[in-house]
């Protein structure tokens, strides 16, 4: 299978060549954009990218596998992540994962039958002081307790 941006994609990706002195540069935000495009970086957007910025897709694939927020298979509909870091493990974290676990059906790194739920276990969000938090999809929920993941959850379409 061979991927490429769209028409717009292709436009974006040229915006953001502009702002940066060096191709190689661009990964992180090109990554992001063949995630939006694409639902994940695959191992062929890694390439498509690598041959877009100049660079090899091992190195490509070095920065997709360091940064947590860039998915390297299909996740759900609804991308749920919770963290699990000192803090929010002190505030009852692995509680939590585990009653979403039970809620949803689905085991950290597993996605319902349904696509709509994936759900994962993540080392930091970066909102220790309003820990324990959960990130779906694009948006933080801080202060959690199992109530109020049950109707963050709940309301979701």
Known sequence: MSVAFSGPGREEFDRLLTRYPDGKAAILPALYLAQKEFGYVSDEAIVYIAGLVGTSSAEVE?????????NRK???KYHVQICRNISCSLLGAEHLIEHVSKKLGVRPGETTPDGKFTLEKVECLGSCGTAPVMQVNDEYHENLTVESIDRILDQLP
């Open 62 to 70: 070095g920065v997709a596998t360091f940064y947590t927020m860039y």
């Open 74 to 76: 299909p996740v759900g």
